[in-house]
């Protein structure tokens, strides 16, 4: 499937409308951002079998584990364009992708780790 940058720019800024404002108040420090695919050394550090791919990465230190010191960088949340578009077959099944992923990759934000996510079928 093939859209337009624009398109794929609004699904991701609905699913972040779509958190509560108590929540969204928290993202202040983090910085969303699209890229085509993920890179090699991405999918090893992931420790991927083959033939899987990532749709979205959290990369930061989710707040359950900070002090109260503000961190130095902004967290990053990067949604991966292409292996979304090649698993999704129309466009209402990507805008679902996409904000299932971007809030899969905001609950890593808030510390909620990969199995409580399964336990919940966020997984």
Not at 29 to 54: H, K, Y
């Amino acid at each position: 499937m093939d859209m337009p940058d624009e398109v794929f720019k609004d699904f991701v800024a609905e699913a972040l409308g779509l958190i509560p404002s108590e929540f969204r108040e928290h993202l202040d420090n983090v910085e969303v951002i699209i890229e085509e695919e993920p890179r090699a050394e991405v999918m090893r550090e992931m420790r991927l079998r083959p033939g899987r791919t990532l749709f979205g990465l959290y990369t930061g230190i989710p707040l359950t584990g900070r002090s109260h010191d503000p961190a130095p960088f902004p967290d990053r949340i990067t949604l991966f364009r292409k292996p979304l578009l090649a698993h999704c077959e129309d466009m209402e099944e990507l805008r679902y992708q996409v904000v299932t992923t971007v809030l899969h990759e905001v609950a890593h934000h808030f510390g909620i780790g990969e199995a409580r996510l399964s336990e919940l079928g966020w997984g």
